[in-house]
Protein backbone atom coordinates (compact mmCIF):
# COMPACT_ATOMS: atom_id res chain seq x y z
CA UNK A 1 0.00 0.00 0.00
CA UNK A 2 0.79 3.58 -0.58
CA UNK A 3 2.05 5.79 2.25
CA UNK A 4 1.16 9.32 2.24
CA UNK A 5 3.53 11.17 4.87
CA UNK A 6 2.32 14.63 5.58
CA UNK A 7 4.19 17.09 7.20
CA UNK A 8 4.19 19.00 9.98
CA UNK A 9 1.08 17.58 11.77
CA UNK A 10 0.49 21.11 13.38
CA UNK A 11 1.27 24.58 12.95
CA UNK A 12 0.97 28.09 14.21
CA UNK A 13 0.85 30.78 12.44
CA UNK A 14 -0.98 34.38 11.75
CA UNK A 15 -3.39 35.83 9.62
CA UNK A 16 -1.01 37.16 6.75
CA UNK A 17 1.41 34.44 6.25
CA UNK A 18 2.52 32.51 4.01
CA UNK A 19 2.06 28.48 5.20
CA UNK A 20 3.91 25.64 3.34
CA UNK A 21 2.61 22.06 3.91
CA UNK A 22 4.27 18.89 2.25
CA UNK A 23 2.82 15.52 1.55
CA UNK A 24 5.64 13.10 0.34
CA UNK A 25 4.70 8.79 -1.21
CA UNK A 26 6.01 5.92 -0.39
CA UNK A 27 6.28 5.35 -4.17
CA UNK A 28 5.48 7.97 -7.68
CA UNK A 29 2.07 8.26 -7.85
CA UNK A 30 2.04 10.73 -10.92
CA UNK A 31 0.20 13.93 -10.21
CA UNK A 32 -2.64 11.72 -8.52
CA UNK A 33 -2.89 13.62 -5.11
CA UNK A 34 -5.71 15.98 -3.93
CA UNK A 35 -5.70 18.73 -0.64
CA UNK A 36 -8.54 18.95 1.28
CA UNK A 37 -9.52 21.05 3.97
CA UNK A 38 -11.74 20.07 6.81
CA UNK A 39 -13.49 22.14 9.47
CA UNK A 40 -14.82 20.46 12.73
CA UNK A 41 -17.82 18.53 12.58
CA UNK A 42 -17.68 18.98 8.67
CA UNK A 43 -17.19 17.47 5.55
CA UNK A 44 -13.52 17.77 4.01
CA UNK A 45 -13.64 20.19 0.78
CA UNK A 46 -11.19 19.57 -1.99
CA UNK A 47 -8.97 22.51 -2.83
CA UNK A 48 -6.49 21.07 -4.83
CA UNK A 49 -6.97 18.26 -7.44
CA UNK A 50 -4.29 16.61 -9.65
CA UNK A 51 -1.97 17.93 -7.74
CA UNK A 52 -1.72 21.50 -8.93
CA UNK A 53 -5.10 22.33 -10.07
CA UNK A 54 -7.47 24.82 -8.00
CA UNK A 55 -11.09 23.12 -7.45
CA UNK A 56 -13.45 25.63 -8.90
CA UNK A 57 -14.78 28.46 -6.17
CA UNK A 58 -11.59 28.06 -3.87
CA UNK A 59 -9.07 31.27 -3.86
CA UNK A 60 -6.24 31.89 -5.41
CA UNK A 61 -4.53 31.94 -2.40
CA UNK A 62 -4.18 28.09 -1.78
CA UNK A 63 -2.13 26.52 -4.71
CA UNK A 64 -0.58 23.31 -5.26
CA UNK A 65 2.76 21.79 -7.20
CA UNK A 66 4.53 18.86 -7.35
CA UNK A 67 4.63 15.62 -9.00
CA UNK A 68 5.88 12.00 -8.18
CA UNK A 69 6.70 11.45 -4.63
CA UNK A 70 7.05 15.12 -3.33
CA UNK A 71 3.91 17.37 -2.81
CA UNK A 72 3.21 21.00 -1.34
CA UNK A 73 0.34 23.24 -0.61
CA UNK A 74 0.66 26.98 -0.42
CA UNK A 75 -1.62 29.13 1.38
CA UNK A 76 0.29 32.55 -0.09
CA UNK A 77 -1.53 34.63 2.86
CA UNK A 78 -2.96 33.31 5.75
CA UNK A 79 -6.76 34.18 6.14
CA UNK A 80 -9.33 33.85 9.24
CA UNK A 81 -11.32 31.48 7.64
CA UNK A 82 -8.24 29.51 6.02
CA UNK A 83 -7.50 27.74 10.45
CA UNK A 84 -8.70 24.00 9.56
CA UNK A 85 -7.01 20.57 9.59
CA UNK A 86 -6.08 19.95 6.27
CA UNK A 87 -5.09 16.76 3.95
CA UNK A 88 -3.78 15.36 1.27
CA UNK A 89 -5.04 12.05 -0.71
CA UNK A 90 -3.50 9.85 -3.13
CA UNK A 91 -5.34 8.13 -5.78
CA UNK A 92 -2.84 6.52 -7.90
CA UNK A 93 -3.70 2.74 -6.14
CA UNK A 94 -6.47 2.37 -4.23
CA UNK A 95 -6.89 5.98 -1.95
CA UNK A 96 -4.51 6.78 0.88
CA UNK A 97 -5.00 9.84 3.10
CA UNK A 98 -1.69 11.93 4.76
CA UNK A 99 -1.84 12.17 8.36
CA UNK A 100 -3.23 15.91 8.23
CA UNK A 101 -1.75 19.29 9.01
CA UNK A 102 -4.07 21.48 11.84
CA UNK A 103 -3.27 25.37 11.08
CA UNK A 104 -3.75 27.21 14.31
CA UNK A 105 -3.96 30.79 15.01
CA UNK A 106 -0.49 32.14 16.05
CA UNK B 1 -27.57 20.29 -6.19
CA UNK B 2 -25.67 17.38 -5.80
CA UNK B 3 -26.18 15.53 -2.78
CA UNK B 4 -25.19 12.33 -1.05
CA UNK B 5 -26.98 11.50 1.94
CA UNK B 6 -26.08 8.64 4.39
CA UNK B 7 -28.01 7.23 7.16
CA UNK B 8 -28.18 3.78 9.10
CA UNK B 9 -25.32 5.05 11.87
CA UNK B 10 -25.83 4.17 15.31
CA UNK B 11 -25.02 2.59 18.68
CA UNK B 12 -24.04 -1.51 18.10
CA UNK B 13 -22.28 -3.68 20.28
CA UNK B 14 -19.11 -5.05 19.45
CA UNK B 15 -19.31 -8.12 17.62
CA UNK B 16 -22.62 -6.58 15.37
CA UNK B 17 -23.72 -5.60 12.00
CA UNK B 18 -25.00 -2.24 10.36
CA UNK B 19 -25.54 -1.07 6.69
CA UNK B 20 -24.92 2.27 6.08
CA UNK B 21 -26.57 3.61 2.83
CA UNK B 22 -25.61 7.02 1.13
CA UNK B 23 -28.56 8.11 -1.31
CA UNK B 24 -27.13 10.17 -4.04
CA UNK B 25 -28.56 12.69 -6.59
CA UNK B 26 -27.71 15.78 -9.04
CA UNK B 27 -25.09 13.77 -11.04
CA UNK B 28 -24.80 10.23 -12.60
CA UNK B 29 -24.45 8.19 -9.80
CA UNK B 30 -24.54 5.21 -12.49
CA UNK B 31 -21.13 6.87 -13.71
CA UNK B 32 -19.29 7.42 -10.79
CA UNK B 33 -17.11 5.24 -9.14
CA UNK B 34 -17.83 5.82 -5.25
CA UNK B 35 -15.73 5.23 -1.44
CA UNK B 36 -16.69 5.20 1.79
CA UNK B 37 -13.97 7.26 4.43
CA UNK B 38 -14.29 7.49 8.07
CA UNK B 39 -13.14 9.58 10.89
CA UNK B 40 -12.70 8.54 14.23
CA UNK B 41 -13.21 10.72 17.06
CA UNK B 42 -10.37 13.46 16.85
CA UNK B 43 -8.79 11.42 14.57
CA UNK B 44 -7.57 11.77 10.56
CA UNK B 45 -9.38 10.24 7.39
CA UNK B 46 -8.98 7.14 6.33
CA UNK B 47 -10.42 5.20 3.51
CA UNK B 48 -12.37 2.34 4.29
CA UNK B 49 -13.76 0.91 0.83
CA UNK B 50 -14.43 1.73 -2.81
CA UNK B 51 -16.51 0.21 -5.79
CA UNK B 52 -16.71 1.11 -9.31
CA UNK B 53 -19.28 2.54 -11.50
CA UNK B 54 -21.04 -0.78 -12.04
CA UNK B 55 -20.10 -2.01 -9.10
CA UNK B 56 -18.44 -4.84 -11.04
CA UNK B 57 -15.11 -4.15 -8.61
CA UNK B 58 -14.73 -3.66 -4.98
CA UNK B 59 -11.53 -2.27 -3.02
CA UNK B 60 -11.34 -2.81 0.93
CA UNK B 61 -8.27 -1.07 3.06
CA UNK B 62 -6.82 -4.55 5.01
CA UNK B 63 -8.46 -3.56 8.33
CA UNK B 64 -12.38 -4.37 6.81
CA UNK B 65 -11.47 -7.15 4.62
CA UNK B 66 -13.66 -9.82 4.88
CA UNK B 67 -15.62 -8.08 7.47
CA UNK B 68 -17.79 -5.07 5.36
CA UNK B 69 -19.18 -5.25 2.10
CA UNK B 70 -20.00 -1.90 -0.13
CA UNK B 71 -22.53 -2.28 -2.85
CA UNK B 72 -24.74 -0.28 -4.85
CA UNK B 73 -27.88 0.15 -6.52
CA UNK B 74 -27.58 2.14 -9.60
CA UNK B 75 -31.43 1.98 -10.20
CA UNK B 76 -31.96 3.79 -6.90
CA UNK B 77 -28.77 5.88 -6.87
CA UNK B 78 -27.72 4.23 -3.11
CA UNK B 79 -24.77 3.17 -2.47
CA UNK B 80 -24.38 0.80 0.53
CA UNK B 81 -21.63 -0.46 3.53
CA UNK B 82 -22.16 -3.30 5.44
CA UNK B 83 -20.62 -4.17 8.26
CA UNK B 84 -20.35 -7.01 10.30
CA UNK B 85 -17.92 -8.08 13.15
CA UNK B 86 -17.66 -4.82 14.55
CA UNK B 87 -15.19 -3.75 16.55
CA UNK B 88 -14.54 -0.59 19.13
CA UNK B 89 -12.15 0.54 16.91
CA UNK B 90 -14.79 0.95 14.10
CA UNK B 91 -16.27 3.70 16.01
CA UNK B 92 -15.80 6.80 13.48
CA UNK B 93 -17.99 9.20 11.40
CA UNK B 94 -18.77 6.87 7.76
CA UNK B 95 -19.05 9.19 4.84
CA UNK B 96 -19.82 8.21 1.37
CA UNK B 97 -17.66 10.49 -1.40
CA UNK B 98 -16.86 10.39 -4.74
CA UNK B 99 -13.66 11.50 -4.50
CA UNK B 100 -12.34 13.80 -7.44
CA UNK B 101 -8.27 13.74 -6.89
CA UNK B 102 -8.05 13.30 -10.12
CA UNK B 103 -10.88 15.73 -12.74
CA UNK B 104 -12.38 17.81 -8.98
CA UNK B 105 -15.68 16.11 -9.60
CA UNK B 106 -15.67 16.09 -5.75
CA UNK B 107 -18.96 15.15 -3.66
CA UNK B 108 -19.41 14.49 -0.11
CA UNK B 109 -22.42 13.44 2.28
CA UNK B 110 -22.11 14.98 5.86
CA UNK B 111 -21.35 11.76 7.60
CA UNK B 112 -23.25 9.32 9.65
CA UNK B 113 -21.67 7.97 13.20
CA UNK B 114 -20.72 4.58 13.84
CA UNK B 115 -20.95 4.06 17.77
CA UNK B 116 -18.98 0.34 18.61
CA UNK B 117 -19.85 -0.07 22.70
CA UNK B 118 -21.10 -2.55 25.07
Known amino acids: AIQMTQSPSSLSASVGDRVTITCRASQGIRNYLGWYQQKPGKAPKLLIYAASNLQSGVPSRFSGSGSGTDFTLTISCLQPEDFATYYC????????FGGGTKVEIK | DVQLEESGGGLVQPGGSLRLSCAASGFTFSSSAMSWVRQAPGKGLEWVSA????????YYTDSVKGRFTISRDNSKNTLYLQMNSLRAEDTAVYYC???????????WGQGTLVTVSS
Open chain 2, 97 to 107: AKVGVRGGDDY
Open chain 2, 51 to 58: ISNNGGST
Open chain 1, 89 to 96: LQDYNYLT
